[in-house]
């Protein structure tokens, strides 16, 4: 039997006081709660040592999978990223300033505005994935290949209602 870690404590002390509750949604959602919290840190971590905030890489990010050009409409940043308009237009200006991103007229569309990745935008997309992926990585080191996918294939299938 595999050591015991802090949930199965928990839970364990829980159910000494309520032996009349099922506790197993605990043993599975409070270690993904706990194991956000250390993926929360491992990516501040990534981001920060590529000098970029989170917000500032979920931008980068989706210009940077767009593929060359390297830009999306404003609109398509908004649905890829989930924040309000207003946020995402305060999110481009900072970016502007930062010189990580430019606004540009649409060619398709005079009216219309793409944002698109500077080279220096993708420097640090390009640094802080790199990073991300060597953090993420170290988290999963206690499980195989096999392990991976399996845990992966059974996180696809909690989240597809969410999703």
Same mark, same amino acid.
């Given at each position: 039997?595999? =050591?015991?870690?802090?949930?199965?404590? @928990?839970?364990? /002390? #829980?159910?000494?006081?309520?032996? *009349?509750?099922?506790?197993? =949604?605990?043993?599975?959602?409070? +270690?993904?709660?706990?194991?956000?919290?250390?993926? *929360?840190? /491992?990516?501040? /971590?990534?981001?920060?040592?590529?000098?970029?905030?989170? #917000?500032?890489?979920?931008?980068? %990010?989706?210009?940077? +999978?767009?593929?060359?050009?390297?830009?999306?409409? =404003?609109?398509?940043?908004?649905?890829?990223?989930?924040?309000?308009?207003?946020?995402?237009?305060?999110? @481009?200006? +900072?970016?502007?300033?930062?010189?990580?991103?430019?606004?540009?007229?649409? =060619?398709?569309?005079?009216?219309?505005?793409?944002?698109?990745?500077?080279?220096?935008? +993708?420097?640090?997309?390009?640094?802080?994935? %790199?990073?991300?992926?060597?953090?993420?990585?170290?988290?999963?080191?206690?499980?195989? /290949?096999?392990?991976?996918?399996?845990?992966?294939?059974?996180?696809?299938?909690?989240?597809?209602?969410? *999703?």
């Amino acid at each position: 039997m595999p =050591p015991h870690d802090e949930v199965d404590r @928990i839970v364990d /002390a #829980w159910f000494r006081e309520r032996p *009349d509750l099922d506790f197993a =949604p605990l043993q599975v959602l409070s +270690r993904v709660g706990r194991l956000s919290k250390h993926l *929360d840190r /491992a990516r501040r /971590a990534a981001f920060t040592a590529s000098n970029l905030e989170s #917000w500032e890489f979920d931008v980068l %990010s989706a210009l940077r +999978r767009a593929g060359k050009p390297y830009q999306l409409s =404003p609109k398509a940043l908004l649905q890829q990223t989930l924040v309000s308009s207003g946020t995402m237009t305060n999110r @481009i200006d +900072r970016l502007v300033e930062r010189g990580l991103v430019e606004r540009r007229t649409d =060619p398709n569309d005079g009216r219309g505005t793409l944002v698109t990745m500077t080279s220096a935008g +993708r420097e640090r997309a390009d640094a802080a994935i %790199s990073q991300l992926l060597t953090a993420e990585s170290e988290l999963l080191d206690a499980l195989s /290949a096999a392990d991976r996918d399996r845990l992966a294939g059974l996180l696809r299938k909690l989240s597809l209602d969410f *999703d």
